[in-house]
């Protein structure tokens, strides 16, 4: 299987680079942008892609709209270096891990203010607002506390929602593997329908967004039903004062089938034959951004807070039950300003967490942190910036993270970079009290500390760009859930240290036309990790295995006419416990007007595979949809 997902990249890399031989050198300047990205760093804002001295992977809604996906969570699965492990598909649960750390080391933010949520990363995916309202996906690989703050251990993924997208969007769809129920004889189908509509006003745009999706999932106890509600604007008061506003709301339940306890049978029943489990959340940020004396502020407010009900029988309530109910309010003021040496960047953050839990207690903890930062450019070739984060938090004290970037032009097109930074993260209410059939909180968790060095480089033609990188990964006190042997009980410890060697190179073309009736572009990347586990224990542990080692991407797009569109999209993954599966995703879409038909066909091959805790995925899926654009 690798071996033909290895030729398979080999040969779409090769048509592609032949299919250009015209290709044209365009002139950079500070202010290009690749493909419109402008990304949306805290403090050093409207930077591109090419300017920025990070790993940075970027997805738009045009790239995301030609995906066989249907939630945020399944298109992360086609962003290098990224791992998304589903209990089940659809976004009704996933967890996110970016170069091979855990789901609890990244960080979700929304329009650049952080959404976790302090009682367990498997909240991360939870979005309020549906994938037909997200204009931009960024995803910030490397210890990026100095950018962030706390949680960015491995990384950070952004989602932008802009008000400013006018007009009427809908998205209709239902799919099925034409399978029945082996208990009740009921059909497989899930459905679902996404709907945005933007409007403006001489000062304010608005963007309304809703989602309903349902289904009785792939297979036994699978069932979902999830809604989501989305309002945003903003205000030009005038070219130097504007004010963002958004809040969205996201209501998820679902059949939870072995997700937190090895299924006895894998094909059909657990131990949680009947578990169910109710999400919702909700998110609201106010913020706004100031021209001042030649500073830029940019102050936010946010407030997030997330019920989590599940239920072990749902039958009888009464058996087994955990209710979480966190609350999370921020307060940030980030600033920066323009001098002799380049440009300086301050920031200040303050965090409120409080969760009341049946089964965690009811417990609070608060969070200072301090940014400062200064941007040097050393002519017109060199640029460097160091930077602190200083961070208070009221159960682990005084911590200081220092990180340093840099980059050097070889020429107009082509950059070397290095990124190196120290970051951390706390560990959650589960780590540290749950209780459950199978596991035991352990209350004297340190935090996770890390050291990441890379080293990189950049291309961007016109018609193609190429990013390549290695880095090295040293993570102190990992808290990894483990136990002696599997009679026993999981418990969370911290183990000594997990180091990562990683390498990463993918190339990506823009659209190239072949000839007046043809085009096509072309995604292809290769991510591999190596993590060692430096453990006092002997035993197993309950995630670590699952991190990536090996992954492929290739993603082709062809289209014909402007009419036809095909996406073929190949994957090949192996994790460190040494589980591997290629899976081949398709969609074949028809335009006429402002209305598109399309069939996706996800695992056309039919693979068997499972993610987590033994948990079978669906094989193949088919799905038809409408889209509707005025």
């Known amino acids: 299987m690798k071996k033909k997902g290895l030729l398979a990249s080999f040969l779409m890399y090769s048509f592609i680079v032949l299919a250009q031989p015209r290709m044209e050198i365009l002139i950079l300047r500070d202010t290009f942008s690749i493909d419109g990205y402008q990304l949306n760093e805290n ?42 492990l589903q209990r089940s598909p659809g976004g009704t649960q996933a967890d996110l891990s970016i170069d091979g750390g855990t789901f609890d080391q990244s960080l979700v933010l929304i329009n650049g203010i952080k959404s976790n949520d302090v009682q367990t990363g498997h909240h991360q995916l939870n979005l309020p607002f549906p994938m037909i309202a997200v204009k931009q996906v960024e995803v910030y690989k490397g210890a990026q506390t100095r950018m962030f703050g706390p949680g960015a251990l491995t990384g950070a993924v952004n989602f932008v929602v802009s008000p400013q997208q006018d007009g009427l969007k809908l998205h209709v769809y239902a799919g099925s593997n034409f399978k029945r129920d082996t208990i009740d004889q009921s059909s497989y189908m899930n459905q679902g329908v996404q709907a945005s509509y933007g409007f403006k ?24 039903n999830r809604n989501q509600w989305l309002y945003a604007s903003d205000y030009t008061i005038n070219p130097n ?30 131990r949680e034959a009947n578990a169910q489990e109710t999400v919702q959340t909700l998110f609201s940020s106010l913020q706004s951004f100031h021209k001042i004396n030649k500073w830029k502020l940019n102050p936010r407010l946010s407030f997030r807070k ?44 303050g965090r409120m967490d409080d969760i009341n839990s049946t089964n965690l207690g009811q417990r609070n903890r608060n969070n200072i942190g301090l940014y400062a930062e200064q941007l040097f450019k050393i002519g017109r070739k060199v640029e460097m910036s160091p930077g602190i984060y200083t961070n208070y938090n009221s159960d682990f004290g005084f911590k200081i993270f220092p990180s340093f970037d840099a980059h050097y032009l070889v020429s107009q097109r082509l950059k070397i970079y290095t990124h190196s930074g120290t970051s951390m993260r706390n560990p959650t209410y589960t780590d540290w009290y749950y209780r459950g059939p199978s596991n035991d909180g352990n209350p004297l968790l340190l935090p996770e500390q890390s050291f990441q ?25 990992l808290i990894s859930w483990v136990r002696p042997n599997n009679m026993s009980r999981y418990r969370p410890e911290n ?30 990347a290769y991510t591999f990790l190596n993590t060692t586990l430096l453990m006092p224990l002997i035993g197993e542990t309950k995630y670590e295995d699952n991190s990536l080692r090996h992954q492929w ?55 068997q595979f499972t993610q987590v805790n033994s948990i079978p995925l669906p094989g193949t899926w088919f799905t038809f949809g409408l889209k509707y654009k005025y």
Not at 572 to 593: C, M, P, S, V, W
Request: proline residues 2%; positive net charge.
């Open 43 to 84: 403090r050093f804002k409207n930077r591109s892609i090419w300017i920025s001295n990070k790993s940075i992977s970027t997805m738009s809604e045009k790239e995301m709209s030609k995906l066989p996906v249907r939630s945020l969570a399944e298109a992360l699965q086609f962003v290098a270096g990224v791992s998304i």
């Open 201 to 224: 006003s001489k000062k304010m745009n608005h963007l309304i967004a809703t989602a309903f999706e349902s289904g009785t999932g792939y297979r036994y106890n699978t069932a979902f």
């Open 241 to 270: 004062h504007k004010i963002e506003f958004l809040l969205g709301f996201n209501y998820n339940q679902f059949g939870a089938n072995a997700f937190y306890v090895p299924p006895i049978r894998p094909d059909t029943f657990s």
């Open 306 to 349: 997330n019920n989590d009900d599940y239920i072990f029988i749902r039958q009888k309530p009464s058996v087994f039950r955990n209710l979480h109910i966190t609350q999370t309010t921020q307060l940030e003021l980030h600033a920066s300003k323009k001098n002799r040496f380049g440009e300086l960047g301050l920031g200040v953050e």
């Open 453 to 477: 060095t890379e080293l990189g480089i950049k291309t961007f033609q016109k018609k193609w760009n190429v990013n390549a990188y290695g880095f090295y990964r040293n993570v102190d006190q």
């Open 495 to 524: 183990i000594l240290r997990a180091q990562t060697l990683g390498t990463h190179i993918s190339i990506k073309t823009q659209e190239v036309i072949l000839s007046p009736k043809w085009s096509l572009s072309y995604l292809g």
């Open 553 to 607: 991407i290739n993603s082709l797009n062809v289209n014909v006419k402007s009419k036809v569109f095909l996406s073929l999209n190949y994957r090949f993954i192996e994790h460190l416990n040494a589980t591997q599966y290629g899976l081949l995703d398709t969609r074949i879409a028809f335009k006429h007007k402002d209305v598109t038909c399309y069939l996706d066909v996800n695992n056309l091959l039919d693979v």
